[in-house]
């Protein structure tokens, strides 16, 4: 069950990224729409990361949200911000990919 709550957080943190690229672009009250979606879903995510490391290990745990973390917001910044989609890009995503779902497969 902590795996999904943990698999739950890193989505968070993605949607906490995603807010401030929205932040940034934004201005006005738009702008503070965005900023106070930032807070909550950093707060939930932390909130979340917290209840999966009751029972995961900490290097695991934390490893793992980063790189959901990390792999969604690059995803997000190719499909919705158009960051730019170069072979070695996706090739580094994918690696990190490999490397999250080893760090599962190894973690007791």
Do not use: Q
């Amino acid at each position: 069950m902590n795996w999904i709550i943990l698999i739950i957080a890193g989505l968070f943190e993605v949607a906490f990224a995603s807010c401030l690229g929205k932040v940034k672009e934004t201005t006005g009250n738009e702008m503070y729409w965005w900023f106070g979606g930032f807070l909550v879903c950093l707060t939930v995510s932390m909130l979340l990361l917290i209840k999966a490391t009751e029972t995961l290990p900490i290097g695991t745990a934390y490893a793992v949200w980063t790189g959901i973390g990390a792999v969604g917001t690059a995803l997000v910044g190719i499909f919705i911000f158009k960051d730019p989609a170069s072979f070695w890009r996706v090739f580094f995503i994918c690696t990190l990919i490999g490397s999250v779902i080893g760090l599962k497969a190894v973690s007791h």
